[in-house]
Structures are given as C-alpha cells and as structure tokens.
C-alpha cells in the first residue's frame, strides 16, 4: 500500500471576494436560467462557496469541542459520583470514631488522640498528635484509615474542582466556535437573499453531473465489496439525500465527519468524531490503490471527508444547503485516502 504524509496544517487558499453581498447582487443580470452564468453571478457563487467552506471547517473545530466537552462532562460525574462515595465513607468512619470515644469516656475519659473526631481538620491533628499517642490497635487502626480517607477526599475534590473548571472553559470554547458556525452561514444566507431566485439557482446548484444524479434517496450500492465494508457502504447509500447539518451525525441528517464515523460504525468499526482525528485512525493508501470504502480527505487542513465508492466517485455530505449525495473524486481539492 501506498502512504501518505499528513500535510503541514495550513489555511486553505480562498477564492478572491470581489464586492460586498448588495454590490455583488446589483452585477447580476435579469436572466433565464438557461443563460450563461455573468461574471457577477461567479463572483457571488465564490463568494457564498468560501462562506460555507469556512463554516464547514469551523464545524470539524466544534465537533472537536463538543467531544472534548462530553469527555470532561463524563469525566466530571464519574469524579463526582466517586467523591460522594468517599465522603459517605468519612461519615462512617466519624460515627465509628464517635462510638470509639464514647466508649472511651466512659471508661475514664476521652484520650488526646479520639479528640479529632470533632475537630475541623482530623488531618492537620493526626499529623501534629502521631499515631503512637492513640490508645489501643482499634483505636489506631480506625484512625489510621480515616487519615488516609481524608486525605483522598481531599485528592478527590481537587480533581473534581479542576475538572469542573476545565469542562466550564470548553463549555465557553463551544459556544464561541458554535456562534463563528452560524455567524459564516448567516453572513452567506444574506449575500444569497439579495438574489434572484434564477441567480440563487445558478449559486447553489450541483458541483457535478454525478451530483444531480445522486441526490434523491432509494439508490444502493451493487458493487463487488463484501463483509464489513460492504455493510459501511450500504449504510453510506441508505442516506443519500438526507441534509447535511452542521454538528449532527445521524439519523436525518449529517456533517462530513458524523456520515463517515456513522456509516464505519454500521460496519463494526469505531471511528474518531472528527476529520483530523479520523485521518490518523487507520494506513494511508495511494489514490492509485483505493477501494470502495476508504475514506478520503480534502483541503490542506483535513476539514472535509467522504466514503470513495468506487468508479473515481466519493459518496459524502457536501455542506449546508445539500443533501448527502455522490459527487466526482476530484470535485474538491484532493488530499489523501485512509483504510481504516
């Protein structure tokens, strides 16, 4: 198999912008849409293609918060749910301790060491006191372990304060990259209200004849592949025609990323969320050597990926304003193949 060496992270080239949204609408001609495209209408098409293409990598950038944000949520309560554990069991220890001490009264009186049951801080008092001043291997013994308790709930809180505050700042992160997304797809949908429905037509229409072909539901795949890859890809065509959604991974509708994590995972294989992280989840392989399958990344930044089909076709979910459909290989700029 051929390799493949992740290219350098780097901003993609855009598309000069020539205009604002209202100057741009004023270039376009009162045409039938059988006309030739004037240049104003492909300027404004750039224009309204390199919105959605930004939009599209801030996605991949909040589909990673948003999985680092789960990770530390899970992390969060699982840190939580041990340290009410732990402080249920200093509650236990203080009432074995407190019958200690009342059994110790009454015998002749509370000894130095049992005092810490009510102090404030039983640590600070057993490191100034020592175990050798208790009296008794019980009373020791209890002791002993409830130092060492104290000392892991307070471990245990520490951790849980860090984590808490980790989770609030990516909570923040998200919401930042969340409002970039839509402020992107706002700023496009502006430029493409200020259209004529013929010229709107023209800005969104297809990227290639394949596309036109396999935008409407019902088509499955008849190709040679078998097993697992057979299944991812069978999944891949039961959603041809769903809308891409930034964010979403199934069942109505997908971004790049969520239709190849779903569809692998039809196939009994566990993809990363995320198109970079997905990069490096498997071999690399020559565009000379792809199979139905392999996934397949676009822009110098990985911000894009699809399922190759087969035929030099891909099968993925474009971006806001298209359905998942089957587009040429070559219908954006080509990075590299993984096998998973």
Not at 68 to 73: G, S, T, V
Request: aromatic residues 6%; positive net charge; charged residues 25%.
């Amino acid at each position: 198999m051929g390799t493949h060496r992740r290219p350098r992270p780097a901003g993609r080239a855009r598309t000069a912008v020539l205009g604002a949204a209202a100057g741009a609408a004023v270039l376009l001609p009162a045409t039938g849409a059988s006309a030739e495209p004037a240049p104003g209408t492909a300027q404004v098409k750039a224009q309204v293609d390199g919105l959605y293409e930004e939009a599209e990598a801030a996605t991949e950038q909040y589909d990673k918060l948003d999985e680092r944000a789960r990770r530390l949520q899970d992390e969060a309560g699982k840190l939580q749910d041990r340290l009410a554990r732990q402080q249920e069991k200093v509650l236990q220890y203080r009432e074995t301790l407190g019958a200690l001490a009342a059994e110790q009264y009454r015998s002749g009186g509370i000894d130095p060491g049992m005092r810490l049951v009510l102090s404030s801080s039983p640590d600070a008092y057993l490191r100034q006191a020592g175990l050798q001043t208790l009296a008794g291997d019980r009373q020791a013994d209890a002791l002993r372990d409830a130092l060492r308790l104290q000392r892991s709930v307070d471990q245990e809180r520490a951790e849980t304060a860090a984590k808490l505050a980790e989770l609030e700042r990516a909570r923040g992160a998200l919401g930042a990259k969340k409002a970039e997304v839509q402020a992107k797809l706002g700023e496009a949908n502006r430029v493409l209200s200020g259209l004529k429905a013929a010229d709107r037509a023209r800005v969104l229409g297809d990227d290639s004849p394949a596309a036109s072909r396999s935008s409407a539901r019902g088509e499955t795949y008849d190709g040679p592949a078998t097993g697992r890859t057979k299944a991812i890809l069978d999944y891949a065509y039961a959603q041809i025609g769903k809308p891409y959604q930034w964010g979403a991974e199934g069942p109505d509708s997908f971004d790049c990323s969520g239709l190849t994590q779903m569809a692998y995972r039809a196939g009994g294989v566990s993809l990363p969320r995320v198109t970079q992280d997905q990069w490096n989840a498997g071999k690399h392989v020559a565009r000379a050597d792809l199979r139905p399958g392999d996934l397949v990344f676009y822009y110098d930044d990985l911000h894009h990926v699809g399922i190759y089909v087969g035929n030099g076709k891909l099968l993925h979910a474009p971006r806001t304003g298209k359905n998942v459909q089957i587009v040429d290989l070559d219908v954006m700029p080509y990075v590299g193949a993984v096998r998973p």
